[in-house]
């Protein structure tokens, strides 16, 4: 079992910047990606951002459109922290926006959700 543990969300003014970060934790733990996805009101739960190992240890970062030059996300060595750097915040950004792990076993874990609120 895993547990995703979110933090880093709040309240900001367009233009501005958050940091989200999501810690995992479990016994025999080994992610293979790491990924923020985020679902407004009313409408479906998108991805936001994922960072995903090959088999030979290179890592491939993928974005949606609305955030690429904005989003950045990265994930520490160990592979159990990932975290979401979001500039120039635009009131479209309002989310909640969840953690996701899935590990080498294909098994998909996520997180409670973190709110994201971007005021005009």
């Known amino acids: 079992q895993v547990h995703l543990v979110e933090s880093g969300g709040g309240l900001v003014q367009a233009g501005g910047s958050l940091r989200l970060s999501c810690a995992a934790s479990?016994?025999?733990?080994?992610?293979?990606?790491m990924g923020w996805y985020r679902q407004a009101p009313g409408k479906e739960r998108e991805l936001v951002a994922t960072?995903?190992?090959?088999?030979?240890?290179?890592?491939?970062?993928s974005y949606a459109d609305s955030v690429k030059g904005r989003f950045t996300i990265s994930r520490d060595n160990a592979k159990t922290t990932v975290d979401l750097q979001m500039n120039t915040l635009k009131p479209e950004d309002t989310a909640t926006y969840y953690c996701?792990?899935?590990?080498?076993?294909?098994?998909?874990?996520w997180g409670q959700g973190t709110q994201v609120i971007v005021s005009s």
């Open positions: 996701k792990v899935l590990t080498w076993g294909f098994t998909t874990y």
């Open positions: 479990g016994s025999s733990f080994r992610s293979r990606s």
């Open positions: 960072i995903t190992s090959s088999v030979t240890g290179s890592e491939t970062q």
